[in-house]
């Protein structure tokens, strides 16, 4: 019962969403079974102890329920089942309710078929007024608008009057609008897709759709202004570079006017599009990378629930390093260490300032940070022994080099819930420094530099190069 759909949405319910739903599941309008009402009473309290052990065994939740009934396995399944539908009915009221003037919509189509226009007009005046209110950034909003004007359009023409409708131009223009909207965001996520994947989507309709961009203005409204100059940068590669300054100003600029997914989705486009010009040698593409990561931080735009991530975390490190800004990097470890999730905290903080230290040719200090933290985390941990065997090569502590080498080839073949594409470049990386730790008279150097720079799967190629070298 522990991993069962409904135990698994109830922990999804807050405080509020509990009282709420003890008002939902005891109105006679909704629900009219006495049992479901004592069962979900039951859960709430379990749910605030946080459902302790042996408390979800079917019997025991049985007999609290029907305590003079024996436990029937059928009866069990369907009391759970009733009681998921309402769950189900609830959560898509509280969302129905508050969707706009979703409602509202209905309620003047009523109002219309009854011919109540006195009701019509007070209520479709109401409700424009409310969605005048919302944010751009809401997605429905144009939706609802064209909703509202078709519904003043069609009360309009009840009335046999020839002559303009406002309301049809109107219904027409937020319906285009809302249209493009969502058209733009399917068109770029299906260009953006095809950047990284041999099957590709049938973009419809995008070059009659950019011919339309080019020949409308939409500056008034963001959500089409930066979706356009994305659809762009996708599609047109000769003007990608200003396109791409032109759409993280306008990201910047209008944080406000998007909701946090569509704004997160934007940030992270932008993020993986300046990888993959960094790798393809635009080493200007940095610099953008990090005001992407600096804002999206300070905007709490990368965080999830208050959290930053240990893999955002670490990209962040790794990059403030490569830009040489050392002051930042140490300051952004110790100004958000704090924010990374529990579990990951030691590690990360760890880890990352090993990175800065080891960067700085503080071999003393990393080494303390490495052997502080137990790097719990297998990719940290992977991560931690190559930077250690760094360390211990540039030191010329041979003997702990082959030690820590030998370790960590067992360590890798050990760990089968380590992925093998995830292991090949350690595995290569540990192959090729036991080769060059023989010594200059044991291996050829250009054949070793040949083999380096043609491993694709390599940990640390650019070091095991300059090793070479040096």
Known sequence: MENSKLIALIKTFDSGKMRAFSDFVSSPYYNKRRDLVV???????????????????RERLFKAVCPDNDYEEKAFNHLSSQLLKLLEKFICQQKF?????????????YYLSHQLDKHFTFAHRSATSTLAGVPNSEKNKYHQMTQLADLADRHFASKKIRRFSESLQSASDNLDIYYLSKKLKYLCEMLDWQTGFTKNYEPRLLEEVKTHLK????????????YSTLLFILSEEESRTANFQKFKTLLFANTEEFEHWDLKELYYFGINFCIVQFRIGNKESAVDLMDLYQTGIEKAVLLENGAISPWTFKNVVKLGLGLKRLDWTKQFIEQYGNLLPPEFQEDSISFNLAQVYYFQRDFENALICLNKAHFNDIYYNMDAKAMLARIYSETEEFEALDSLLSSFYIYLKRRSDIPKNAKLPYFNFIKILQVMQKGAGFFDRDSLRQKIATTKSLNAKSWLLSRLNS
């Open 39 to 57: 069962y979900f009473e039951h859960l709430k309290k379990l749910a605030k102890k946080g459902f302790p052990k042996n408390s979800l065994v």
């Open 97 to 109: 309710e508050d969707d706009g003037v979703q409602a509202e919509c209905y309620l003047l189509d």
């Open 215 to 226: 020949q409308t203005d939409y500056s008034r409204i963001p959500f089409i202004q930066i």
